[in-house]
């Protein structure tokens, strides 16, 4: 499933219009039956429904709506919430066809009278404004939008909740709050970022018979349990711990060995055949006793952190993951060439070796394999010099820009989290919940990242796969033994058994 800007989707409608020779009344008839069909498993006959509708193509799409409920035998009040002069074109076309079916359209007329209206619904349809506004509303469309927000009625939003920008960048805006939005053809780019996502409410996607198969397909899309089932790794009868991957893990300091541990023990859990954990001298007694699966490789130290990376034998891996729990000495910095020049196969780096990375990215290039960054926006922000709310405002073009710029993987992690090749190729993964905003979730992450990637034939689905089985096992956990307010990132560990027999068993 793509991802697109209003862009892009204006592009898809005018190719099955001037191309194929739909018509645009036709497809908003195709868009208001669609939605019709979809919004069948939320709404009843027995409910009182009001359609608000506005002008431009969402309008339109909203007098199908109308007409198509109410020839279903749904109890339906019409209302346009614009002057007349705001309904052309193809809206105006559909708006003829709901009058001359003999149904009564209501007419906003003043706000008061308007609100008494809407608090006698038990649902109400947002067909107001579609993928084109950007900033805030003007009257009256605003003041709408507020009484809306008000009333404890059940909201569903038409391709878009009315005000939301489409795209990313977007500042200031007023938006509707919908409990459900029913979006047309493809996710559009607020439907994953943390300022929009949440006007949304719950989403699905409808079809409408776009000729998508003759535009330019985008390098966005939406990762499902579909392709992850296709691409996941499969472990063959013959194979041996070597066919698994050989990986090591550095990090953890006498101050911080839990990072680590986690990351080992989250990599033993998701198949790598064999493991290192390269850290503090002092930290490994604190260790082994909670990973015996795992051999040790004890490192300088000074105080407890790790100080120098010359003692890694870096020979017998064919990965490595580093970062975790490592501290941010500036002495270490320097340490990162001893990465670059002497590791072998994909490197992962996450948490404080994101600090150190910073002043090496000219080395990532250069780097004859994969390097694959998991920063969260905060650490993102830092790579970039730029704010978290910048970050946030525009993650799509900030990662893709980066990763092609420098090289590398960047996995984005978030809510919605943004994997980006150095092609700049993206995919969105969009399982787990606020369970997962624990201090540990990221390190166990890193671990399963790693062991994926050392089994996959592509970096890209191990990244994303890699990221479905974490937020998949803090879905499942939080439905079967835990609570978002109780899931620790040990117990996502010991969870990934279930999750990976799942996927084992789908393959």
């Not at 089985?469 to 560990?493: M, N, P, Q, W, Y």
């Amino acid at each position: 499933m793509e991802i697109v800007t209003a862009q892009e989707m204006y592009e898809r409608d005018q190719v099955a219009i001037q191309t194929v020779g739909v018509s645009g009344v036709m497809l908003m008839e195709n868009a208001g039956r669609a939605i019709c069909d979809d919004m069948a498993k939320k709404i009843t006959n027995d409910q009182r429904i009001a359609v608000l509708i506005g002008g431009g193509n969402n309008g339109g799409d909203g007098f199908v709506i109308a007409r198509t409920l109410r020839t279903r035998g749904f109890q339906v009040e019409a209302w346009q919430v614009v002057s007349n002069e705001k309904i052309t074109g193809d809206a105006y076309s559909h708006k003829q066809l709901y009058v001359n079916s003999g149904f009564h359209l209501h007419h906003m007329e003043d706000l008061s009278s308007f609100q008494q209206a809407l608090q006698q619904a038990d649902v109400i349809i947002d067909a107001m404004l579609g993928i084109g506004v950007r900033g805030p509303l003007r009257s009256p469309l605003d003041q709408v939008v507020s009484i809306l927000n008000e009333l404890p009625v059940y909201t569903i939003s038409v391709d878009i909740p009315s005000g939301i920008p489409a795209d990313e960048g977007a500042g200031e805006f007023d938006g509707v709050q919908a409990d459900y939005t029913c979006i047309i053809e493809a996710p559009k780019m607020s439907a994953f970022l943390q300022s929009t996502s949440p006007y949304y409410g719950e989403w699905n996607v409808v079809g409408i018979g776009l000729p998508n198969h003759l535009v330019d397909q985008v390098e966005r899309e939406v990762w499902n349990d579909r392709k992850a089932l296709e691409s996941f790794p499969v472990r063959a009868s013959h194979s041996h711990k070597g066919s698994h991957g050989k990986g090591v893990v550095i990090g953890g300091s006498y101050q911080m060995p839990g990072s680590i541990a986690m990351t080992a023990k989250a990599a033993l859990r998701s198949g790598i055949g064999l493991l290192a954990i390269a850290t503090s001298k002092s930290s490994i007694p604190m260790i082994a006793p909670y990973i015996q699966e795992a051999t040790f490789q004890s490192l300088q130290e000074e105080d407890g952190w790790i100080r120098n990376l010359k003692n890694v034998d870096w020979s017998a891996f064919d990965g490595v993951a580093v970062g975790m729990g490592i501290g941010r000495s500036a002495s270490l910095t320097a340490q990162m060439d001893e990465l670059f020049n002497y590791a072998n196969g994909p490197m992962i780096i996450d948490a404080d070796g994101i600090y150190h990375v910073k002043e090496k990215l000219g080395k990532c290039a250069e780097y004859p394999h994969p390097v694959i960054l998991t920063p969260h926006p905060g650490e993102f922000a830092y790579l970039m010099d730029r704010s978290i709310a910048e970050v946030m405002q525009s993650p799509f073009s900030l990662t893709c820009n980066f990763a092609k710029t420098n090289g590398v993987y960047v996995v984005l992690k978030g809510p919605s989290t943004i994997i980006t090749t150095p092609e700049g190729q993206q995919r969105v993964e969009t399982s787990g919940n606020e369970g997962l905003a624990k201090g540990g979730s990221g390190d166990v992450l890193s671990g399963i990242l790693l062991a994926l990637t050392l089994q996959s034939s592509s970096v890209f689905d191990a990244l994303a796969n890699g990221c479905m089985v974490h937020g998949k096992t803090a879905e499942r956990l939080t439905k079967t033994t835990h609570s978002t307010f109780d899931l620790l990132a040990t117990d996502l560990i010991d969870g990934l058994s279930e999750t990976f027999r799942t996927f084992s068993s789908s393959t």
